[in-house]
């Protein structure tokens, strides 16, 4: 049973472009959550979505940040306009509906933007 | 919204030795985390507890509830063991975890 899956591993964009982060759960999870560790800094939440639903974008910026899960393939985030800032480590996480508690992380995506 | 404070920030210690890493929470939850993460690395997920302790080879988690508090024990430890460990709360069982700011252990061979 393969773990959460997250690609790219590392992308790098250029100030203004656009960057598409992809997480594949683990099977028979249906819960997704998105966390962002900035240089330096501790984790922090993000988005919590369940399939074709955003339940919890609390933790979104609230612009030029969107997140997805449809109901086939993987969910996605997607940052437009990248800026320096947008630097980061993005972390996703799966569920399984019956426990919410029972995260489990994937390897992350190093963003780099020049 | 749930505060998580962890202690130390740093840690130092020569192998073999016995280590503590504190997290303290400030409202009720219904289950702890303790994670790892190693230089550039991923995360994972060491332990989930909601009560009483937890062993796992050299590792030991503990919580105590009514004084909201956890610590994460390694036993003999390894510079393998070198890594961040994060706690991390929930407040019900369907919102986000809240994180501590990690703690950094270094084992010096």
């Known amino acids: 049973n393969a773990g959460v899956m997250q690609n790219p591993r590392h992308l790098v964009r250029r100030r203004g472009q656009e960057a598409r982060l992809r997480c594949s759960p683990m099977?028979?999870?249906?819960?997704v959550y998105w966390y962002r560790q900035l240089p330096e800094e501790g984790l922090k939440f993000m988005v919590y979505l369940q399939k074709e639903n955003i339940i919890d974008e609390s933790g979104m910026p609230k612009e030029r940040f969107s997140a997805e899960f449809p109901k086939e393939g993987p969910s996605i985030l997607r940052i437009q306009q990248v800026v320096r800032g947008d630097s980061a480590a993005y972390f996703c996480?799966?569920?399984?509906?019956?426990?919410?508690?029972?995260?489990?992380f994937g390897p992350g995506t190093r963003l780099t933007v020049l | 919204k749930n505060e998580v404070e962890q202690s130390p920030q740093n840690l130092t210690a020569q192998e073999g030795e016995f280590i503590t890493i504190n997290c303290s929470y400030s409202v009720g939850i219904s289950a702890l985390h303790w994670l790892q993460q190693h230089p550039g690395g991923g995360i994972v997920s060491l332990f989930m507890l909601s009560s009483g302790k937890k062993k796992h080879g050299r590792l030991i988690a503990t919580i105590n509830i009514q004084e909201k508090h956890s610590s994460l024990h390694i036993t003999a430890s390894h510079p393998r063991d070198s890594a961040v460990y994060i706690c991390?709360?929930?407040?019900?069982?369907?919102?986000?975890?809240?994180f501590g700011k990690g703690t950094r252990l270094s084992v010096i061979a």
């Open positions: 996480a799966s569920s399984p509906a019956s426990s919410y508690n029972e995260q489990f």
């Open positions: 991390a709360v929930s407040d019900s069982g369907n919102t986000p975890l809240v």
């Open positions: 099977k028979g999870h249906s819960h």
